[in-house]
């Protein structure tokens, strides 16, 4: 009789059952992370545009631009520096500007913006000294 050389159909069910017994964890842990993902974005995007909302803001603040105008309009943060108008965020659920009480008397405002977007949420808040250092 010749010899056949390759794998029994046991070698390759017990191959087959060791592979899925490895696998269903595996798919497990990936679909997990893909939901983080997917989760975490959105989130990420809106703290992106508060901050870089805010950080501009404070940034006109610290230079003493006393001609910029921040409103919220259909849910958009809109800049109004002259003739000039700019969107600096969208889905603004809070905006704020306030001046809080300081000792040493120097002249702060504090900026506040809050994004809400399809259940993720984000804050930025700024505390500058407006007309930059004295």
Avoid: C, W
């Amino acid at each position: 009789m010749k010899r056949q050389s390759g794998f029994s159909l046991i070698e390759l069910l017990l191959a087959l059952a060791l592979t899925a017994a490895i696998m269903v964890p595996l798919v497990g842990l990936v679909s997990t992370t893909a939901a983080a993902s997917s989760h975490t974005g959105p989130r990420f995007e809106l703290e992106r545009q508060a901050d870089f909302a805010v950080q501009r803001i404070a940034a006109q603040l610290r230079g003493g631009a006393p001609t910029t105008n921040y409103t919220v309009s259909g849910g958009k943060l809109i800049e109004t520096n002259g003739t000039v108008t700019s969107t600096l965020a969208d889905s603004v659920t809070a905006f704020s500007q306030t001046m809080p009480v300081n000792a040493v008397g120097q002249q702060l405002v504090q900026v506040s913006l809050t994004l809400t977007r399809g259940g993720a949420s984000a804050t930025a808040v700024a505390t500058v000294r407006a007309g930059g250092p004295r």
